[in-house]
């Protein structure tokens, strides 16, 4: 992905996650208040959970704020247990489902080996993998007309010569899930293709950060697929990502194969215990769900009506298509100019030509079609229509 034309990143540097501009870096470029701009890029929620500044208010957190955190974070993983209807054993914390990600490619992927990546997906899972000094096998999905999905047969036959599988169940950027049985089939694959060839299975990464929008997980299948490490986060539907707590799921064999490599205290004590009472209390959760769904609707078909073209969607997220690259980057260029950041993709992406767009509020959400209003009409040499009685004031 490329970053916005304010950020950069050196020619020289390692392989790395490229960021859109920050919120200080648009205001200066585009001479904006700071405060008026709003990330439509990170895929996070507007606002916490209200029990997340009640727990810091209170001021008993797991241990004090100048000691470190439980080595064993017990509290939360027991609640993560609970959450996720696993054993302690079988699920290891790390600072966001990132280091998560991290902690997965250093205990799996040595330098020279090599993972498979179905691409478009996360950009992190090809930066671990550079990152370790292994190769990367792009697979690319099948289209936008089949829902993005994986391409089973090219998956399975790029899996012979792979140490890891990275796979993402709903994908980032695409918005959707794998078709039922399709993960299930794969994974009956290549343990099938491993036991013929008499090696070890690949280690499958299964990334389900966008798991509670469609409320259910694959998590079950490690069972038959002991390789099977699958991820999960507060960042997105918990509303949480600024506390950085992800989790690792998989059987207690994989998880000790993974344990070794995380740092000591990487989560903080007002994490570990902000992120346990999140997960022991189900109404945050069902507020966020209903709240994303309620919007993401209303927010596709205003777009839309401003004639962008919107996929499908399970996710606190869009993709939209303008048909062209010199279409997508003029449209992100005018939204930077009103204080709006879409996330960009770059040279060589196959999505270049898209930019997508995060489920925000719905005073947020207003100025994002009204601006999708106004640069369509722009681009007539028009002036774009006033909102409908219905839609709600853009400046609150």
Not at 300 to 314: E, F
């Amino acid at each position: 992905m490329t970053p916005t034309p304010v950020t950069f990143t050196a020619p020289a540097a390692p392989a790395s996650y490229s960021w859109e501009a920050t919120d200080e870096e648009v205001a200066a470029r585009y001479g904006i208040p700071r405060e008026r701009v709003v990330r439509f890029d990170l895929n996070t929620s507007p606002a916490p959970p209200e029990l997340a500044a009640r727990v810091v208010a209170a001021g008993r957190f797991e241990t004090a704020l100048s000691e470190y955190p439980p080595s064993d974070y017990r509290r939360l993983v027991a609640a993560a247990a609970a959450r996720y209807g696993v054993a302690p054993a079988e699920l290891l914390v790390g600072a966001g489902a990132d280091e998560v990600l991290d902690l997965i490619a250093k205990a799996f992927l040595p330098a020279a080996s090599a993972a498979v990546v179905p691409g478009p997906t996360y950009a992190m899972y090809r930066v671990l993998t550079e990152q370790r000094g292994a190769r990367v096998i792009t697979v690319p999905r099948l289209g936008a007309n089949q829902g993005w999905a994986l391409d089973l047969p090219a998956v399975r036959e790029a899996a012979r010569d792979a140490a890891v599988v990275w796979l993402c169940s709903p994908n980032n950027p695409t918005a959707l899930p794998e078709p039922a049985g399709a993960i299930e089939t794969l994974l009956a694959d290549l343990a099938a293709d491993a036991v013929a060839a008499g090696r070890p299975a690949p280690v499958v990464v299964l990334d389900e950060a966008y798991a509670e929008f469609v409320g259910r997980s694959l998590a079950p299948l490690r069972t038959t697929y002991p390789r099977l490490v699958v991820v999960r986060t507060a960042s997105k539907a918990y509303a949480l990502a600024g506390l950085r707590v992800g989790f690792a799921v998989a059987v207690p064999e994989t998880i000790a194969a993974i344990a070794p490599y995380r740092p000591p205290g990487s989560v903080s004590t007002i994490s570990v215990t902000v992120v346990t009472e999140a997960l022991l209390d189900p109404t945050i959760l069902e507020a966020n769900l209903t709240r994303v769904e309620r919007e993401r609707a209303r927010l596709a078909s205003g777009l839309r009506d401003a004639g962008w073209s919107i996929a499908p969607s399970v996710t606190n997220f869009l993709l939209a298509d303008f048909g062209s690259v010199d279409r997508a980057a003029a449209v992100a260029e005018a939204l930077l100019r009103r204080g709006l950041v879409p996330r960009t993709f770059g040279e060589g992406h196959p999505l270049r030509d898209h930019l997508r767009v995060t489920v925000r509020d719905d005073a947020e959400n207003d100025r994002l079609i009204e601006a999708a209003r106004e640069i369509a009409a722009e681009a007539k040499g028009e002036t774009a229509p006033g909102p409908d009685e219905d839609t709600l004031e853009v400046v609150r």
